[in-house]
């Protein structure tokens, strides 16, 4: 089966740090996107990690393990705007469609 | 910039109704998706296409087809619209290859009453 975890709901305070966490078992695996979507908008790409490890960009941060199926989004020096929701999506192995999560709403609060 | 668009908004049909859904790209991808997401469902694959003509069935194809005659344009139909098909509707699209991302458009708001 296929299966894709990460909480409903996180909340946090401007300026601080948060870890958005997800979990994935799929029957083939090829890489593992971060998509940000803002309430009443498409989502839209934040990151992609195909090997193990951390991939920085700005702010945001995300990691990749693939023995464990987990992986996490490191969101820094939270701003109000980064209130949205975060989704989790494996790409199958042969690259052609991605599993999403159910999404991770999380609010800034000041 | 990647532009993917949709052809409404917001929708209404009535049950029984064959309602056609339009997505365009204009950054010559290959593969294109379509995608309804639903509170507390998250994002579903209703059907994608990685070709002219080709389509495939994603996780929740039933009561929907597809039509992709033209490389930028992908159509999802609504044989005979179903209070249980209202939901958000997305379409995206994407180069081939295994590191590109999906661009998505606006979103249709379809409700069947």
């Known amino acids: 089966g296929q299966n894709i975890d990460q909480p409903t709901e996180m909340t946090a305070t401007e300026g601080a740090i948060v870890q958005i966490n997800c979990t994935y078992q799929t029957s083939g695996f090829n890489g593992l996107f971060w998509y940000q979507q803002h309430a009443g908008e498409a989502p839209t790409f934040l990151s992609y990690?195909?090997?193990?490890g951390l991939e920085e960009k700005g702010r945001f941060s995300s990691f990749l393990s693939r023995s464990k199926g987990y992986s996490y989004l490191l969101l820094k020096e939270l701003q109000m705007k980064d209130s949205a929701s975060y989704l989790c999506a494996a790409q199958n192995q042969a690259g052609t469609a991605l599993i999403f999560g159910k999404g991770t709403t999380l609010s800034v609060s000041s | 910039d990647v532009k993917v668009t949709q052809s409404s908004r917001y929708l209404v049909k009535r049950t029984g109704e064959k309602v056609f859904l339009e997505c365009v790209q204009d950054m010559d991808h290959e593969n294109m998706f379509w995608y309804r997401q639903d509170p507390g469902l998250g994002l579903r694959l209703i059907y994608f296409?990685?070709?002219?003509?080709?389509?495939e069935k994603g996780d929740i194809p039933e009561g929907y087809s597809v039509s992709r005659e033209k490389k930028e344009r992908f159509s999802l139909i609504l044989e005979s619209a179903s209070t249980n098909q209202t939901s958000m509707y997305l379409c995206a699209s994407s180069n081939a290859g295994l590191s590109y991302e999906q661009y998505f458009g606006p979103g249709t708001r379809l409700t069947v009453t």
């Open positions: 990690n195909v090997l193990d």
């Open positions: 296409s990685y070709d002219v003509k080709m389509k």
